[in-house]
């Protein structure tokens, strides 16, 4: 699928690339992305903050050292000394060199190619709402790359989505409280990702009942992936998303 109207209309559960395929590839890498497309992911998911220059960069933590050979905060490194980074051999030798993908150039080399689920990190949330405030440049970069189509976005830092302009968004809960339900309803939520390790059966039925997709996250046990399934999961974030897919078929 590449555009959320044609993922809005799948009946069955949602196979969502947690940070590409990064059971086999550096997480938020281009090669993860271009992977998970290759096993059949019906989203890919990814993370976003800002560069010291304002630049929107592809990572997940606040800071460089988990994922990339370099030190800090995203924040304190403008765009230039961020595409420098090696982002690969921390996950295996045969990646070193993978780069640290600004969000354009990841727009443009898959953005055409299947859904996005951009999730806006917190840490980059800023209460004022400059005119270059993250929220702002990934709709302005969808629309001048023609893909607002085939972008969502989400995030736990609901601020952000009243100021996504015609984006399709997701809430993401560590837990869930009783009324979320009525939040996805409020914000006009096509998904809700929720915490599969707190998440309850009845979470899921009101969200489901709601109107809302509950999609779990990272959800990578067959065991769990079925248990959730047969709650109603809507779809189900994971890290291998080939064998979500496989799960699927045989059901």
């Not at 189509?149 to 736990?156: E, I, K, Q």
């Not at 939520?189 to 509950?214: E, K, M, S, V």
Request: with cysteine.
């Amino acid at each position: 699928m590449r555009t959320v109207a044609e993922l809005v209309r799948v009946s069955r559960p949602w196979v969502v690339a947690h940070r590409g395929y990064s059971a086999r590839c550096p997480e938020n890498t281009l090669c993860a992305f271009e992977a998970a497309i290759d096993a059949g992911a019906d989203v890919v998911e990814l993370d976003v903050g800002l560069s010291a220059d304002r630049v929107p960069f592809v990572l997940h933590d606040a800071t460089l050292e988990r994922t990339t050979n370099g030190r800090g905060p995203l924040h304190a490194h403008t765009a230039t000394e961020l595409e420098a980074l090696d982002a690969g051999s921390w996950f295996a030798p045969e990646f070193a060199g993978e780069r640290l993908p600004t969000l354009q150039a990841v727009l443009e080399r898959i953005g055409a190619q299947v859904v996005l689920d951009i999730e806006l990190r917190p840490f980059a949330f800023e209460s004022r709402a400059p005119d270059d405030a993250l929220e702002r440049q990934v709709h302005a970069l969808a629309e001048r790359l023609g893909l607002l189509g085939s972008v969502m976005v989400s995030s736990f830092e609901h601020g952000f989505l009243t100021r996504t302009g015609d984006l399709p968004v997701g809430l993401v809960y560590a837990a869930p409280p009783e009324d979320a339900a009525a939040r996805c309803r409020a914000h006009s939520a096509l998904f809700c990702a929720l915490n599969a390790a707190r998440a309850t059966h009845t979470d899921i039925r009101r969200l489901t009942h709601g109107g809302t997709r509950a999609v779990p996250y990272t959800v990578n046990d067959e065991s769990e992936q079925r248990r959730l399934l047969d709650w109603g999961a809507g779809g189900i974030i994971t890290d291998d998303p080939a064998r979500l897919r496989d799960l699927l078929a045989q059901r």
